[in-house]
């Protein structure tokens, strides 16, 4: 599911909330994330999760790297993938920063 056009063309901007540096940093696997519409989305409903203190999405590598105070609940995070209209099919390994 994509709220782009079949060309994955999308004239709304990105809008990404940088995650921060403490807490613990945990990259999940998102399908159908296409364009800045899309990363967006996905920003705006994970970052409103209890705990959540960053949100990066990498819309061309299908990743989302969140960043908690806590562990996070992987639940509540695939339902806020969920509700901004993609899906969430897992954890990522765990990727050094760049």
Known sequence: MSCCSP???CSTSAAT???KTAGITTVYKVQGMTC???ETAVTK???A???VTGV???VATGLVTVTTGAEPDDAQIAAAVD???Y???GRAENLSAH
């Open 49 to 51: 999760v209890a705990g």
């Open 7 to 9: 060309d994955n063309s």
């Open 45 to 47: 409903e994970v970052s």
């Open 56 to 58: 990066r999405v990498d």
């Open 17 to 19: 909330r940088d995650e």
């Open 36 to 38: 800045g519409h899309c």
């Open 87 to 89: 899906e969430l099919t």
């Open 83 to 85: 509700e901004a209209g």
